[in-house]
């Protein structure tokens, strides 16, 4: 009996921190996630969010700070906010379009197989180019910022970083991890 007694309770404590840890475990899976960037990440929510005001809400938490709503992420943003893929194409860009030592048949050759590889899934600009024409510095707070939406996952965001420097960028998220990812960011300085 005292044996059927001590089975009992024990499995009556194991029941109840199981369903302790259940509990627990929904509570912090309904909370948006913040990562050591500061940036919040989404996350579901038993709040009535819908996933495009969720994306929206992402994007414009990467310009916030809690002393600025307008304010540019800090420096090599595109390992923080963009997919694997579309960071890989901006760093080929880059190399290919910015400060080089190719001559010029390796250019041409380095062009080919750039175009090769891309032209498929990026509309392909002949010019080194960064998130959002941002320069290859910080930035700090921005002039003015808008953030509108396009349609699903697109979205129109102007920045005007100062110095008669103005850019407009349609930007296109998708979904990762729980989180959201900038897959495209096709830039017009005004």
């Known amino acids: 009996m005292k044996k059927t007694y001590l089975a009992a309770c ?17 509570h912090a899976q309904n909370k948006p996630k913040q990562d050591t960037t500061g940036l919040v990440h ?4 038993s709040s009535a969010v819908t996933p495009q005001e969720t ?10 700070t809690k002393d600025s709503e307008k304010y540019f992420p800090d420096y090599n943003v595109e390992e923080k906010l963009c997919t ?11 190399e290919l ?10 250019f041409l050759a380095a062009e080919k197989k750039y175009k090769a590889k891309w032209s498929g899934i990026y509309p392909i600009s002949e010019q080194e180019m960064w998130l959002f024409g ?8 921005l002039k003015a910022l808008t953030i509108s939406k396009v349609k ?32 495209y960011c096709k830039t017009e300085f005004l």
Not at 134 to 141: A, F, K, L, P
Not at 155 to 182: C, H, P, Q, S, W
Request: a negative charge.
């Open 10 to 26: 024990i499995s009556l404590v194991l029941m109840a921190s199981c369903n302790q840890r259940k509990d627990s475990t929904q």
């Open 42 to 45: 989404a996350e579901s929510s």
């Open 55 to 64: 994306a929206e809400q992402w994007l414009k938490s990467i310009f916030k």
């Open 84 to 94: 694997k893929r579309y960071q890989d194409f901006i760093a080929e860009s880059g």
């Open 97 to 106: 379009y910015g400060p080089s030592n190719l001559d010029d048949s390796q």
């Open 134 to 141: 941002r320069g290859n510095g910080d930035i700090g707070e």
């Open 152 to 183: 699903d996952l697109v979205f129109r965001v102007v920045i005007d970083y100062g110095a008669g420097i103005k850019t407009e960028n349609e930007v296109t998220l998708v979904a990762e991890d729980g989180t959201y990812k900038i897959d």
